[in-house]
């Protein structure tokens, strides 16, 4: 019942804001009666396609919950640019409104309706087509270094790749994946990081798609913690997959990597949210520790949720790798990730720790980014004086 609810909240709120952009748009678009018909007309088949599209994954029919979710995610895209650019157009209108008001003839308040109510459509169509290209291609790789005091000589240099937020489901498939893993294998790492949200679905309907993963290689071994999506979609067997393509899932657990003489404590959790799925893996960054040596002061967390940098700088760790915020993924939405999370995007420092948030080497939702861009991280420890 709570899960209904909320679908029919989305919905109606959906519907809401389709009706207040057609209302603002539409009777002051410069076409002819036929044009504004197909405003009409394309804003009933979004309003009707993107509650599909969201709940596609739950589909058991193939290929159609797969077309579902492209048309669905690619008309959201859109709307989601038309909507934020009919809020400004708006606020820009009443500005022009005040001037007219206190200056008469100035302005020619029907020319800039017209006019504004065109550019709202031509820029969305713009921005949809930018974040959409964007979103598709393959992830870059971003370079950061991260300076540790005390950090042993033969650590100076250590590679840990990060991998975040994949989203392998309905519009990310095999190819994608498989194109990020030759990217990963190309950097020689030292280790690799998967730190949560792989997937979008069930390992029936993925675990084909999954499977390039199992070909990621580096000097000491590839990790994996949990993120949020992987509860959606039956944690339990997507661990066991995960494990059995040769990917080593840390929950709550820690190993030591033993590097040209030194030692580093490498630790990851669960998700921050995962005791509400399962009370035997509720996220526990000082438990991780637990048994390991304490003459070994270098220890990386793996988290999927930066939430968990508290607990982790009082658990006494180095560095942390979180994922879960996809750096907001299309503008102005990571100005609200901080009403939930610490750290959006980037290197940050709390207290003693280094908490590093990639952007995402996927998307989630719309395939679309606008003002973050996806990445592959190659995190280089580095000695500091």
Do not use: C
């Amino acid at each position: 019942m709570p899960r209904l609810s909320f679908l029919v909240r989305f919905i109606a709120i959906g519907v809401l804001l389709h009706a207040y952009v057609g209302f603002r748009l539409i009777p002051e678009l410069p076409v002819p009666a036929a044009g504004k018909w197909i405003a009409v007309l394309w804003l009933v088949l979004s309003v009707l396609f993107i509650p599909p599209g969201m709940l596609a994954r739950r589909f058991k029919r193939q290929p159609l919950g797969d077309w579902l979710a492209w048309i669905g995610m690619l008309a959201m895209g859109f709307f989601s640019s038309l909507l934020m650019l009919t809020i400004v157009r708006d606020i820009v209108l009443a500005s022009a409104m005040t001037v007219a008001a206190l200056w008469a003839n100035v302005i020619d308040l029907a020319v800039w309706r017209a006019d504004s109510a065109a550019a709202v459509v031509v820029l969305a169509f713009v921005a949809a087509g930018v974040g959409f290209f964007n979103a598709r291609r393959r992830a870059r790789v971003r370079n950061v270094d991260v300076p540790i005091r005390d950090l042993p000589a033969a650590l100076d240099g250590f590679t840990i790749v990060q991998l975040s937020d994949i989203h392998v489901g309905p519009t990310i498939k095999h190819g994608y994946v498989e194109a990020i893993v030759r990217a990963v294998n190309q950097l020689d790492a030292d280790m690799i990081a998967i730190t949560g949200d792989v997937v979008d679905g069930s390992v029936a309907h993925l675990a084909a798609h999954t499977a390039p993963l199992g070909t990621l290689h580096a000097r000491h071994g590839v990790y994996l913690v949990t993120g949020n999506h992987e509860y959606y979609s039956g944690a339990d067997e997507w661990v066991a997959e995960f494990r059995r393509i040769g990917l080593t899932v840390l929950m709550n657990q820690h190993v030591v990597i033993e590097h040209a003489g030194a030692r580093l404590v490498l630790a990851g959790v669960t998700d921050f949210s995962g005791g509400h799925f399962d009370p035997a893996h509720r996220s526990d960054p000082a438990g991780a520790l637990r048994g390991a040596p304490e003459d070994v002061d270098t220890r990386v967390l793996l988290a999927h949720q930066p939430r968990s940098a508290h607990a982790a700088a009082d658990a006494g760790f180095t560095l942390q790798l979180s994922g879960h915020t996809h750096g907001g993924q299309i503008f102005p939405w990571n100005f609200l990730v901080r009403l939930q999370q610490p750290f959006t995007a980037g290197l940050d420092q709390l207290d003693g720790l280094w908490v590093y948030t990639s952007r995402g080497t996927g998307y989630w939702g719309p395939p679309k980014r606008l003002g973050a861009p996806s990445e592959i991280t190659r995190v280089r420890l580095v000695g500091a004086s």
